[in-house]
C-alpha cells in the first residue's frame, strides 16, 4: 500500500515539475520603435495632467509586474537604427546600422525566434502599423545588406512561410525594371491570400492557409494612418494583433502561436519631433497591448508578454527648462504635422490662391488650439507670421498644384510652438542611444527584470518558450 501511495506521488510530482517547466505556448513580443523611458512616462503625466492633476496615470503595459531597463548600442555605434536593433530583439546578436538579419560581414544570416518557432511547427505572425517589410517587422524574417531593400525583404516575407503578416502594404513590391515578378505576384504563389481592410479579413481568413493583412487603401506615407489622423475604416494595430489572435487559434488551436507587433509611428511622431502625433501613438500602441492582455487573462499560465524598445527617438525632454511640464495643451492638436501639411495644401487647392493670414491663423486655432485653448505669446504669434510672410507671402493670384511646397516650414513652426506650450523638448529629429524599457506579464516574466542587453531578450524567449 505504502509503495503504491510513493509511486502515485512520485508520478504527481514527476508531472507536477514537467508541467512547471513547460515555458508559454503563447508568447506576444511588443515592440514600441522610438519608445524611450521617456516617451513612456510623457504620455502618463498627460494622461493624469488632462484630468487637472499632477502625477501620472498609467498606461495598461506599464502595471505589468515586471519591468527593466535595455541597452541598445549597435555593433557599430552607440546609436543604433532600427535595423540593428531589430535584428538583435529578434535574433540575439548585435550588427551595424542599417544591416538587417545578417552579422556585420553583412553576409551570415542570423536566426530569429521568429524562425526557430517556425521551424517547430509553431505558428507565427508578424505585425506593425508601418509597412510589413520595413526594419523591425522585416527583422523577424529578412536577411539583407540594407534594410532599404523592400523588394529583396518583400521577396523573403513570402518565403518565410509564417502564416500571418499584418500591417500598411509592401513598400517597393516591383524591382526597378520591373522585370521580376511583383511581391504581391510571389506572395500568391507562396500560398498567401492578401486581404484589405479588418473586414475583408473577417469575411475571408477561414478560406485562407496564410494571410497578409494590408490596410484598405495604401497611404502614401507607407504606413497606417497616425492614430491622430485616423478615419473610420482605416486599419489600427490594434485590429491587426486581434486578427493575429483569430488566425492562429483559429487555423492550429493545439500549437500556441509567436507573434511580433510593432507600434512603428512612435518613431516616425519623434523623428518629425510632433508631440500631438507621439501621444495618440502611445495610446495607440497601449491599445494594442489590452488586446494581448485580455487574451493573457483567459489563458494566464500558458501567455508570456513582453513589450519592449528598439531605441528611443527625438531626445525627448519631460522639461523646457522650467520646473514643470503642460503636457494638458496636446489634447488641442487635432491632426499630424503631415496630415496638416496635407490638409493646407488641399485648401489652397480648392480655393485656388494662396491662404490668406487669417485663414491659416483659423486653421491653426482649429487643428492646434492656438489662440484659442493654448495660450500665445506675442513672439510665438510672430514667429508663426514671419514664417506665414516668408512661405505663403508671394501674393494672392492662381495656384497650381505643387505650388505650396513650403507649408511644411509653418507646420514645423507650429509643432515647436506646440512643444514650447506643453513644456517638454526634443534634443534631434534622430535617434538618442538612452535606455529604453522592458515590461513583462505572465509565464516567465519574472525574467525580464534588472538590466539587460538588447539581445538578452529573444535569447530569454528562446529559452522559456523552447524554440
Ligand atoms: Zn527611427
Given at each position: 500500500m505504502r509503495k503504491k501511495i510513493t509511486l502515485v506521488l512520485a508520478m504527481m510530482l514527476l508531472i507536477l515539475t514537467a508541467s512547471a517547466k513547460k515555458g508559454p505556448k503563447y508568447v506576444f513580443y511588443f515592440i514600441g520603435d522610438g519608445m524611450g523611458t521617456n516617451q513612456v512616462m510623457g504620455v502618463q503625466y498627460y494622461l493624469q495632467d488632462v484630468e487637472g492633476k499632477y502625477g501620472f496615470k498609467p498606461l495598461?503595459?506599464?502595471?505589468?509586474?515586471?519591468?527593466?531597463?535595455?541597452v541598445t548600442y549597435s555593433a557599430n555605434s552607440d546609436v543604433t537604427d532600427s535595423s540593428a536593433a531589430g535584428t538583435a530583439l529578434a535574433s540575439g546578436e548585435k550588427t551595424d546600422n542599417n544591416v538587417l538579419g545578417l552579422l556585420p560581414d553583412k553576409e551570415t544570416?542570423?536566426?530569429?525566434?521568429?524562425?526557430?518557432?517556425?521551424?517547430?511547427?509553431?505558428?507565427?505572425?508578424i505585425g506593425t502599423s508601418c509597412s510589413v517589410d520595413h526594419a523591425t517587422p522585416g527583422s523577424f524574417y529578412g536577411h539583407t545588406r540594407h534594410r532599404n531593400m523592400y523588394h529583396q525583404i518583400g521577396t523573403q516575407l513570402s518565403e518565410s512561410g509564417?502564416?500571418?503578416?499584418?500591417?500598411?502594404?509592401?513598400?517597393?513590391?516591383?524591382?526597378?525594371?520591373?522585370?521580376?515578378?511583383?511581391?504581391?505576384?510571389?506572395?500568391?504563389?507562396?500560398?498567401?491570400?492578401?486581404?484589405?481592410?479588418?473586414?475583408?479579413?473577417?469575411?475571408?481568413?477561414?478560406?485562407?492557409?496564410?494571410?497578409?493583412?494590408?490596410?484598405?487603401?495604401?497611404k502614401s506615407e507607407n504606413a497606417l494612418a497616425?492614430?491622430?489622423?485616423?478615419?473610420?475604416?482605416?486599419?489600427?494595430?490594434?485590429?491587426?494583433?486581434?486578427?493575429?489572435?483569430d488566425y492562429l487559434t483559429m487555423k492550429n488551436p493545439k500549437k500556441g502561436f509567436f507573434m511580433m507587433m510593432e507600434g512603428g509611428r512612435i518613431?516616425?511622431?519623434?523623428?518629425?519631433?510632433?508631440?500631438g502625433a507621439y501621444i495618440q501613438e502611445m495610446l495607440d500602441f497601449d491599445e494594442a497591448?489590452?488586446?494581448?492582455?485580455?487574451?493573457?487573462?483567459?489563458?494566464?499560465?500558458?501567455?508570456?508578454?513582453?513589450?519592449?524598445?528598439?531605441h528611443e527617438t527625438g531626445g525627448l525632454g519631460l522639461t523646457a527648462g522650467d520646473y514643470k511640464t503642460n503636457l494638458k495643451v496636446l489634447q488641442y492638436q487635432k491632426m499630424s504635422k503631415?496630415?496638416?501639411?496635407?490638409?493646407?495644401?488641399?485648401?489652397?487647392?480648392e480655393i485656388g490662391d494662396i491662404l490668406t493670414w487669417d485663414e491659416v491663423q483659423q486653421e491653426l486655432k482649429e487643428n492646434f488650439g492656438f489662440w484659442d485653448t493654448v495660450e500665445l505669446t506675442d513672439k510665438q504669434t510672430d514667429r508663426l507670421r514671419s514664417v506665414y510672410v516668408e512661405t505663403f507671402g508671394m501674393g494672392p493670384g492662381e495656384l497650381k498644384e505643387g505650388e505650396y511646397f513650403?507649408?511644411?516650414?509653418?507646420?514645423?513652426?507650429?509643432?515647436?510652438?506646440?512643444?514650447?506650450?506643453?513644456?517638454?523638448?526634443?534634443?534631434?529629429?534622430?535617434?538618442?542611444?538612452?535606455?529604453?524599457?522592458?515590461?513583462?506579464?505572465?509565464?516567465?516574466?519574472e525574467l525580464f527584470t534588472g538590466q539587460m542587453d538588447n539581445t538578452e531578450i529573444p535569447m530569454k524567449i528562446k529559452k522559456l518558450a523552447g524554440y
Open positions: 495598461c503595459f506599464t502595471q505589468f509586474p515586471y519591468s527593466g531597463l535595455v544570416p542570423v536566426v530569429t525566434i521568429a524562425e526557430m518557432a517556425h521551424k517547430k511547427g509553431i505558428p507565427v505572425a509564417f502564416e500571418f503578416f499584418g500591417g500598411a502594404q509592401f513598400r517597393s513590391p516591383m524591382t526597378r525594371d520591373d522585370s521580376d515578378e511583383g511581391n504581391y505576384v510571389q506572395a500568391e504563389k507562396a500560398g498567401y491570400t492578401v486581404v484589405r481592410g479588418y473586414d475583408e479579413y473577417k469575411e475571408k481568413a477561414k478560406s485562407t492557409d496564410k494571410i497578409i493583412l494590408f490596410d484598405k487603401e495604401p497616425y492614430a491622430i489622423d485616423q478615419k473610420e475604416g482605416d486599419l489600427k494595430l490594434a485590429e491587426i494583433t486581434e486578427a493575429a489572435i518613431d516616425n511622431a519623434c523623428h518629425a519631433n510632433d508631440p497591448i489590452k488586446v494581448a492582455y485580455d487574451f493573457y487573462l483567459k489563458h494566464k499560465k500558458e501567455t508570456l508578454i513582453v513589450i519592449t524598445a528598439d503631415t496630415a496638416f501639411s496635407e490638409h493646407l495644401k488641399k485648401m489652397g487647392l513650403e507649408v511644411e516650414k509653418l507646420t514645423d513652426e507650429a509643432a515647436r510652438i506646440m512643444t514650447e506650450a506643453a513644456q517638454i523638448s526634443w534634443a534631434a529629429g534622430c535617434h538618442s542611444g538612452s535606455y529604453v524599457p522592458v515590461f513583462a506579464i505572465g509565464a516567465g516574466a
